[in-house]
């Protein structure tokens, strides 16, 4: 959500050498649009960091991609070599596997990873922009924002503002899965709601009601089907408790609990908790506990919710109470 142009302004700010960062470890449950891009439109993304690098004078391209994605990594080695064979670029560009953990998918602690240390989160200031692999000032994209590089440099800014329904503002790749007839990556109006995208990807399975959804992958909550005309976009669902993340959709019928679905995502969130900062280690613990109870102690809950969200270092730990907090809020006589 933060503008490229912006992201390249800063970092060309700071004296070189410069490094730069693909983020390429897509950790976040029901995410798969990267996986999806890279099998079928690898030199889309390769083209985007080149461009990318070239605008900020980065000396070395890392790209961190997840070890679960052998058919990726296969492809970019591939790719990667074949560059380097034509003499296509003067930037080196090297591929470095993650372990899949999913604080790596945190920029600093990615960084961390990609120096051969713990994958832990850093503390800020400072931030990567100034001082990011081995030090360096360092240029962090993640996949997507590359290939639309790519795009607008192929085919012109108005393939981002073009065949826009609604004053919509540009194009999403949504990762959709649960209820629904024809889970895949669909490339939407940014701004689509969720009636939007359960349409585009078929419908409801037959014999299933909507219920309720996840709009941006586990981090992001549940919301209930009545809330079915909020964008999908960044700053929209913030209002709601929520946000849009990796826009990665889990559609979700009257067959399923929403606190089974929580306590599902805070188990996650406890198992890959780095366990630096004791809200989060902690915090994920004793809410898993709480929630596996019959009867939720709300209030302790939302003590535990806001310690988690005032005090975790990093993203996880700030992001592991939305599924409590909406829970609670929406669906309380599940609770």
């Known amino acids: 959500g933060f503008p490229a142009g912006k992201k390249w302004e800063i970092v060309r700010s700071f004296e070189g050498p410069r490094l730069m960062t693909v983020n390429g470890d897509e950790g976040e449950p029901g995410t798969f649009k990267d996986r999806f891009w890279l099998e079928r439109r690898p030199h889309q993304m390769l083209e985007g960091a080149l461009i990318a690098a070239h605008i900020v004078e980065c000396e070395k391209i890392y790209i961190y991609m997840r070890d679960e994605y052998p058919e990726v990594l296969e492809i970019l080695k591939r790719e990667i070599n ?84 609604n004053q919509r503002q540009g194009w999403r790749s949504f990762s959709v ?59 929209t669902l913030q209002p709601h408790g929520s946000f849009i993340g990796s826009a990665a959709v889990v559609v979700m019928s009257e067959k399923d609990k929403a606190r089974d679905a929580a306590l599902n995502m805070l188990r996650f969130f406890e198992d890959e908790s780095c366990g630096q900062c004791t809200p989060c280690r902690v915090g994920c613990e004793k809410a898993v506990k709480l929630m596996q109870e019959e009867k939720w102690d709300k209030a302790l809950l939302e003590e535990i919710s806001a310690t988690m969200v005032d005090a975790s270092i990093c993203g996880l730990g700030q992001a592991a109470a939305n599924p409590i907090r909406l829970t609670i809020k929406h669906f309380s006589e599940e609770i």
């Open 177 to 235: 899965s649960g209820r629904i007839k024809k889970p895949g990556v669909y490339l939407l109006p940014a701004g689509s709601t969720i009636t939007d995208v359960i349409a585009a990807a078929g419908g409801m399975l037959d014999g299933h009601i909507f219920k309720s959804y996840q709009p941006g992958g586990a981090s992001s909550g549940i919301l209930p089907a009545r809330l079915n005309n909020i964008p999908l976009d960044f700053d």
């Open 82 to 165: 074949a560059i380097e064979k034509e003499n296509i670029a003067d930037i080196s560009i090297e591929l470095r596997r993650g372990a899949g953990a999913y604080i790596c998918g945190e920029e600093s602690a990615m960084i961390e990873s990609i120096e051969g240390k713990r994958g832990i989160p850093r503390h800020r200031p400072p931030f990567v922009a100034q001082v990011g692999v081995f030090g360096r000032p360092t240029l962090v994209h993640n996949v997507e924002t590359l290939h639309w590089v790519a795009k607008i440099c192929q085919e012109g800014p108005e393939i981002l503002s073009s065949m826009i329904k």
